[in-house]
């Protein structure tokens, strides 16, 4: 059995960072592990994303676990600009397709925090 989120990722689609530790838990198909993000809280969703993608472009997460992370993490703290800036780059670092999502993120946060969105300011 996992005994956290990223525990549970880490088996499913292992780690770009560290090895795979064996696991003989049942739940390594994705769905049970999107069963626990849907319920997890947002510390918990963030410790998981911190740990297997602290670069925003890296890890192992797919693309649409990603998406997934950013728009339940934004459900939790939707007032949260810092977050709203770090979900739109992930989701202009992945793909044209969510360009205007991400300008619309950009311009949410811009909006609650004019400060965060001078140049050479670093996002989080």
């Known amino acids: 059995m996992h005994t956290t989120l990223t525990e549970h990722a880490r088996c499913v689609w292992g780690d770009e960072y560290g090895p795979t530790p ?6 390594h198909h994705w769905m049970y592990f999107a069963e626990e993000l849907t319920f997890a809280d947002a510390e918990t969703i963030l410790a998981m994303l911190r740990e297997l993608c602290p670069h925003v472009i890296d890890g192992f997460l797919p ?18 600009p810092a977050m709203m800036r770090e979900a739109s780059l992930n989701l202009v670092a992945h793909g044209p397709s969510w360009d205007g999502i991400a300008d619309d993120l950009r311009a949410r946060a811009d909006a609650l925090d004019p400060e965060g969105s001078k140049p050479g300011r670093i996002p989080g």
């Open 63 to 80: 693309v649409w676990v990603r998406n997934l992370v950013y728009r339940l993490i934004l459900f939790q703290r939707p007032d949260d």
């Open 22 to 27: 064996p696991c003989e838990a049942r739940e």
